[in-house]
């Protein structure tokens, strides 16, 4: 239901939807993702939600937000106007919004988030790092907020401008702002 046209091309497949009308709204498109696969997606207009996937992606909306969890994978996620959120994931690559804010919430791995007009915030929660206290947890942002609660081992952060909130932090948490914040 709403889909205008489904075609099988070379390099995948390409799905038109019909545009929401004043009275109807489209019913969210599930598509299922084999593990270690490499996709591709493109929306001009509309919210994107990806869960439980391995391997490669890349994903682009125009207009709206990307929402992430429990992803295993290489990225590289860009929306000109919305946020991009982002939780429970190891993540390698790119999130870029021109327009929009990026939230990060335990997200392992060396992502670069980078907004144009907005702000990037990053947060570990006290289970996560309690999953990380048998080694030095390092983090590091060109810009932005990060916030980590109840470290239980080493942790170093690192931010370029921004700030940097520890609560519940041990003996030898280490945190550097290289420019300017707080």
């Given at each position: 239901e709403?889909?205008?046209?489904?075609?099988e091309?070379?390099?995948?497949?390409?799905?038109?939807?019909?545009?929401?009308?004043?009275?109807?709204?489209?019913?969210p498109?599930?598509?299922?993702?084999?593990?270690?696969?490499?996709?591709?997606?493109?929306?001009?207009?509309?919210?994107?939600?990806?869960?439980?996937?391995?391997?490669?992606?890349?994903?682009?909306?125009?207009?709206?937000?990307?929402?992430?969890?429990?992803?295993?994978?290489?990225?590289?996620?860009?929306?000109?106007?919305?946020?991009?959120?982002?939780?429970?994931?190891?993540?390698?690559?790119?999130?870029?919004?021109?327009?929009?804010n990026?939230?990060?919430t335990?997200?392992?791995?060396?992502?670069?988030?980078?907004?144009?007009?907005?702000?990037?915030?990053?947060?570990?929660?006290?289970?996560?790092?309690?999953?990380?206290?048998?080694?030095?947890?390092?983090?590091?942002?060109?810009?932005?907020?990060?916030?980590?609660?109840?470290?239980?081992?080493?942790?170093?952060?690192?931010?370029?401008?921004?700030?940097?909130?520890?609560?519940?932090?041990?003996?030898?948490?280490?945190?550097?702002?290289?420019?300017?914040?707080?």
């Amino acid at each position: 239901e709403g889909i205008l046209i489904q075609r099988e091309l070379p390099i995948g497949i390409k799905i038109l939807t019909l545009k929401e009308g004043r009275d109807k709204a489209l019913s969210p498109l599930t598509l299922l993702v084999p593990p270690e696969y490499a996709a591709q997606l493109e929306l001009l207009k509309g919210n994107l939600t990806l869960t439980g996937i391995t391997g490669d992606i890349e994903a682009t909306t125009q207009t709206g937000n990307l929402k992430i969890k429990q992803l295993n994978a290489r990225v590289r996620l860009h929306t000109g106007k919305g946020d991009i959120e982002a939780a429970e994931s190891s993540l390698t690559g790119d999130l870029v919004t021109q327009s929009g804010n990026i939230l990060l919430t335990d997200v392992d791995g060396p992502c670069v988030p980078i907004t144009r007009d907005g702000t990037v915030s990053v947060r570990f929660s006290e289970a996560f790092l309690a999953k990380k206290q048998k080694e030095t947890f390092e983090y590091g942002l060109p810009f932005g907020t990060i916030e980590a609660v109840g470290a239980l081992g080493r942790v170093k952060f690192q931010t370029g401008q921004g700030s940097i909130r520890l609560q519940k932090a041990p003996f030898g948490a280490e945190a550097l702002i290289a420019q300017k914040g707080d």
